[in-house]
């Protein structure tokens, strides 16, 4: 009895210390400061600096401060892959300095940093833009393969699309991704995650080129690879739009993007019966 009486006291304490973070983050950022969702105290925080925006989503679980750390969720379209990494073990890092203890205006204050240091937004947003391997579609000599975009799928105000293309070549995945980033709505999805299955014609007979990539979605593009595989996919490229709406989804997320993969492949007439 002992132990779960001192369990309520632990969590009547961090929702005294949570009460009191949310009001003072609240006085600090004002309208910048955002309740999503009372009930599974979720919140976010738009933070600027150099004309780049990121947006930080928190949910804080019972047990946080003391025992665990808020769940988040980072969107900042304007940010490269690698600074993306960068700032996601710094954020763990900053947690595990101070556990036990709040965090979240720690977290803002990093993530403030990190903004500040990239340099030219312009530069940056020609990175995020086009696709590593070529600086436009006329450069890529391609011709863009026909695209069909599936419909919505929401859930607890985060939207999911799926787009899909016939491919023949790793140039005509990248014309893809280009086209779909000419879209300002895609081109600003939290995440946008993909996979791809070429099948190729050598001289030892058939082999499959086949890749994903999560863009900050950890372990979706795997999944939307494995998706492709069990539907023996071949010469296909799938892509996954995520927008987050604040309130974090757990497992659901997976799900989600499962079902929208499959529709527009489905709907593109791409799945054998």
């Known amino acids: 009895m002992k132990s779960s009486g001192h369990h309520k006291i632990m969590d009547a304490d ?37 004309k780049i925006e990121a947006i930080l989503y928190v949910t804080l679980p019972p047990e946080y401060p003391e ?48 903004l500040l240091s990239i340099k030219h937004p312009e530069a940056q947003k020609k990175k995020v833009n086009v696709v590593d391997l070529a600086d436009d579609l006329s450069e890529l000599q391609i011709k863009c393969p026909e695209i069909v975009t599936g419909e919505v799928i929401v859930d607890r105000k985060s939207s999911f699309q799926g787009h899909a293309a016939v491919v023949t070549s790793v140039d005509e995945v990248n014309a893809v991704l280009y086209t779909l980033k000419q879209n300002k709505k895609i081109l600003n999805a939290t995440h946008n995650m993909y996979a791809y299955r070429i099948e190729r014609q050598t001289e030892r007979g058939v082999s499959m080129l086949q890749d994903c990539d999560d863009d900050g979605e950890t372990h979706a593009g795997g999944r939307m690879l494995h998706l492709l595989q069990i539907l023996d996919q071949r010469n296909a490229l799938v892509v996954v739009s995520r927008w987050f709406g604040g309130i974090q989804l757990g497992p659901d997320r997976f799900r989600h993007i499962n079902n929208a993969a499959r529709q527009v492949l489905t709907q593109a007439g791409m799945i054998k019966k």
């Open 14 to 50: 961090n929702l005294t210390k949570q009460i009191e973070e949310i009001e003072a983050l609240s006085s600090i950022y004002g309208p910048d400061w955002k309740t999503e969702s009372e009930s599974s105290r979720s919140y976010s925080i738009t933070i600027v600096e150099n």
């Open 67 to 114: 025992q665990a750390p808020p769940k988040y969720e980072l969107s900042a379209p304007m940010m490269d892959r690698k600074k993306k990494e960068e700032l996601h073990q710094a954020l763990d890092e900053v947690y595990l300095e101070n556990v036990g203890e709040t965090v979240i205006y720690q977290w803002v204050e990093k993530i403030r940093e990190t």
